[in-house]
C-alpha cells in the first residue's frame, strides 16, 4: 500500500440510492440541497465528493446528466474538492445509463466497480413505518431480487471510455474476488498506478462488515498490487465508523457520507454530511492523524485537477 504523505483522504458520499427519503429527512434530494451540503462536507475536511443524483420531485435516483448539471457547477464553483462521479448508479439503471453523466462530464474521478455480484436493501424495508413517496417500498424489497452487473466486459468498456477523458477511478471492492478482478485489469494493460481500491464491507451481498475482513482486504491488496495502490475504507451503516477508523490506523483513507450511513452515533441520525466528515476528522485528530487537503489528494492519486472537467 502506498501512503506517502502520511494524509488521510477523506470522501464524502454525498446521496447515493441506497437511502431513500423516508429513512431521514436530512439525506439530500434536490440539486440546492445535494450542492449545499457537498459543499459543507468541503469546508469541513472532505477532499473528495462522491455524487449520485435524484429526482427533485420525490428523491428516486436518476442518472440523467440534465440533472447532475444543476448541481455540478454550483459545487465546483464553491469548492476545490475533487469531484467523483458514480458509475454505478442504481438497481433501477442500465450500464449505459449508470455511465451517462460520467461521459458527459469528464469528472477527475468517477466511481468503478469490480465485479457483479447481488446487492440488496429489501431488510430495511421492515424497519419504514411511513412511506413518503410511492417508489420506494417497491425499491427497496425489488432489491432481493437485483444483481449489480459489472462484468469484466462491462468494466473494461469504462476503462477504455474515461481513459480518453483522463477521468480515474475509485475502484469498489466489496468483496476479495473484486481484487482479482482489479489485478486482471491491471495485467491487460487497462489501468496504471496508482490504483485507488476503495473496500467495501457490510453491504448485503459482500463481504462483512468486521475487523478481520479489513486486515483481510489489505493484505490480499497488498499482496496483489504491492506499492501501486492507495487504499480507502467505507463501512454500511452503524459499522461505518469503527471500520473507517481501523482503516485509517493501518494507513488507509476513509469514506464517509450519508449514502453509506444514516447515523452519527449509535440510534441517532446524522443531521447532514458535514456532521459526518467533522466526527471522522475529530477521530483522526486524536490519533494524531492529518487530513489531505484536495491539492494533496490530487497529487496522491495522479488526478488530471479541476481544470479539465466538462462542466
Ligand atoms: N453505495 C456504495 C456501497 C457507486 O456509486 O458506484 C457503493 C457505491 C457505488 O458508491
Ligand atoms: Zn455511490
Known sequence: MKNPSNKVIITCAVTGAIHTPSMSAALPITPEDIAAQAVAAAQAGAAILHLHARNPEDGSPTGNPDVFAQFLPAIKERT??????????????????????????????????????????????????????????????ESEAFIFRNTFR??????ELMQDHGTRYEHECYDVGHLYNLAHFVDRGLIKPPFFIQT???ILGGIGADADNVLFMRRT?????????????????????????????????????????????????AQSNAQQVLKIKGILSSLSLGIATPAEAREILALKGAASVAF
Not at 462491462?154 to 476503462?159: L, N, R
Not at 497488498?222 to 487504499?231: A, E, I, M, P, R
Open 154 to 159: 462491462d468494466v473494461a468498456k469504462v476503462y
Open 221 to 269: 491488496a497488498d499482496k496483489l498490487f504491492g506499492q501501486d495502490y492507495v487504499w480507502s475504507v467505507l463501512a454500511a451503516g452503524r459499522h461505518q465508523m469503527p471500520l473507517i477508523a481501523q482503516g485509517a490506523m493501518l494507513g488507509g483513507n476513509v469514506r464517509v457520507g450519508l449514502e453509506d450511513s444514516l447515523f452519527i452515533s449509535r440510534g441517532e441520525l
Open 200 to 202: 467495501v464491507f457490510g
Open 80 to 141: 476545490d474538492a475533487v469531484i467523483n462521479l458514480t458509475t454505478g448508479g442504481s438497481p433501477e439503471m442500465t450500464v449505459e445509463e449508470r455511465l451517462a453523466a460520467a461521459l458527459r462530464f469528464k469528472p477527475e474521478m468517477c466511481s468503478l466497480n469490480m465485479g457483479s455480484m447481488n446487492f440488496s436493501m429489501h431488510p430495511i424495508a421492515d424497519k419504514i413505518k411511513t412511506w413518503k413517496y410511492p417508489w420506494e417500498q417497491r425499491y427497496l424489497r
